[in-house]
């Protein structure tokens, strides 16, 4: 679960989280990880027995060609799809035990996520996207819009907070999907080709942004991308091939 900052009735929200400590990473354990799906009457095995352990605080990212399975991977770890066969581990306890709800709020609270594209609400400002996880969770409003004007400061938006998608630039758009993804100080932050819809100078800043907020939180990091030129930042780097990961490097 996610550490929030305390704060009492009197206490601004700045101040708390000001005084907020850095959260650790999340331990994230895969066994047996497999996932099938079956189309015009055939199987198809996309991963096949994945196992994988990664420390608290590790940063790794996956390679592969389109269709190897990398996003499927990315989904099951997120918690939004289910796995055929075997377990999805954080701190050693099953990602998807307890109802729904509790999938549900667990992924909200200890799991952040960048997709290619932005998916931001386009009638909302950059404000209140980032704030939704933190809404969803049932924080006061003060205290979650406290915590994505910090989360867009730290991205260089706070001249930004109440303009909508259709007014920012595209590197704008994807850093206040960052911000969102970042807003409840994640455990685990899974990015999917975040910078893969930009052009190489803003793929380059923006993603120097991600590592540079995900250092500072001390997320777990997973990142899916087709550039050896990002994959080469990180110091693991796994490669799907037919099912299954091998390491790199």
């Given at each position: 679960m996610v550490d929030l900052p305390l704060r009492t009735k009197t206490e601004a929200p700045e101040r708390a989280l000001a005084d907020a400590s850095p959260r650790g990473g999340m331990a994230l354990r895969t066994e047996n990880l497999c996932k099938r799906f079956h189309k015009g009457g055939q199987v198809i095995d996309v991963l096949r027995g994945i196992d994988l352990t990664l420390a608290p605080g590790e940063r790794v990212a996956i390679l592969g060609p389109s269709g190897s399975g990398k996003s499927t991977f990315l989904h099951l770890i997120g918690?939004?799809?289910?796995?055929?066969?075997?377990?999805?581990?954080?701190?050693?306890?099953?990602?998807?035990?307890?109802?729904?709800?509790e999938v549900d709020a667990r992924r909200n609270q200890s799991i952040g996520f960048v997709f290619q594209f932005h998916h931001l609400l386009s009638?909302?400002?950059?404000?209140?996207?980032?704030?939704?996880?933190?809404?969803?969770?049932?924080?006061?409003?003060?205290?979650a819009e406290a915590l994505a004007c910090r989360a867009l400061a730290r991205l260089d938006l706070?001249?930004?907070?109440h303009h909508r998608p259709g007014e920012l630039s595209g590197g704008e758009q994807q850093r206040v999907a960052i911000a969102r993804a970042m807003v409840m100080r994640p455990g685990l932050l899974l990015a999917d080709e975040p910078t893969g819809n930009l052009d190489p100078r803003t793929a380059l800043a923006v993603f120097e942004q991600l590592l540079a907020l995900h250092d500072e939180v001390g997320s777990t990091l997973v990142v899916v991308t087709h550039s050896r030129e990002l994959a080469a930042k990180f110091p693991r780097r796994l490669r799907l091939v037919d099912g299954r990961f091998e390491e790199e490097g």
């Open positions: 918690t939004l799809d289910r796995p055929t066969e075997g377990r999805v581990l954080f701190h050693e306890q099953d990602a998807f035990s307890g109802g729904a709800g009638d909302q400002t950059a404000l209140w996207n980032t704030a939704m996880p933190a809404i969803i969770a049932g924080l006061p409003r003060s205290e706070s001249q930004r907070l």
